[in-house]
């Protein structure tokens, strides 16, 4: 498995040398960013250490175990001092601004030939919201969220559903691309086969055609 430093400079799924023919796409981080830091919002609501039982709540909603708005429910019940609601909680993770520029590349993209398809976690607020406000549906060719596949990345099980759900073999993972801001979830396409590149948020989209190989 290849290290963290040379995980940006390999296996560029675009280069015309060894083009893939499908490429998964992440959303957050690669299609989408957030307006603010979550952590000093959290720590006003609820104090130190309110983030991590957040996130380590959502995690069941992620694999689709339950619906979000019920994980978070029960967190507010287990901690009684928290200030926010059940709906200012929510309407945190619609604090998110879609990239125009990096979803014109995947149209590019896809008009090239090479199959694009949005591989993402998300619970069923945020699957239901980023479909509705950027319209992912009419962008991919298919759509796999965690919360419907019932595994969530970095987990191999997630790979192997989403290679399961295309048709395409784990022997043939190598005919498949993608691009991820997590280098565990890179680390983890490619240990599988599949040719994985991390992309720096920082980097805009200039960054992101350079990880893909694909020439502006």
Same mark, same amino acid.
């Given at each position: ?76 019940? +287990? ?7 059940? #709906? !200012?909680? @929510?309407?945190?993770? *619609?604090?998110?601004? &879609? ?71 784990? +022997? ?7 691009? #991820? !801001?997590? @280098?565990?979830?890179? *680390?983890?396409?490619? &240990? ?25």
């Amino acid at each position: 498995m290849s290290s963290a430093a040379d995980l940006s400079v390999q296996a560029r799924p675009l280069d015309s040398a060894r083009p893939v023919g499908v490429l998964l796409w992440d959303a957050d981080g690669v299609l989408q960013h957030p307006r603010h830091e979550w952590r000093p919002r959290l720590e006003d609501w609820g104090g130190p250490g309110f983030a991590e039982a957040l996130f380590a709540a959502e995690i069941p909603a992620l694999r689709g175990e339950e619906p979000f708005r019920e994980s978070l429910a029960r967190l507010l019940r +287990e901690r009684p001092e928290v200030t926010a609601s059940l #709906d !200012d909680l @929510l309407g945190l993770w *619609e604090q998110v601004d &879609g990239d125009p520029a990096a979803v014109d590349l995947v149209r590019e993209v896809a008009e090239s030939g090479v199959t694009c398809v949005l591989a993402t976690n998300q619970q069923d607020h945020r699957k239901a919201f980023l479909r509705r406000t950027f319209g992912y549906d009419d962008v991919f060719s298919r759509s796999f969220y965690s919360c419907d596949l019932g595994a969530m990345k970095p987990e191999p099980a997630y790979f192997e559903r989403v290679l399961e759900g295309l048709g395409i073999a784990l +022997e043939d993972a190598g005919t498949v691309g993608f691009v #991820d !801001d997590s @280098l565990a979830n890179v *680390e983890t396409a490619r &240990g599988l086969g599949i040719r994985a590149v991390h992309h720096d948020p920082a980097s805009g989209v200039a960054g992101l055609r350079a990880a893909l190989g694909w020439a502006a």
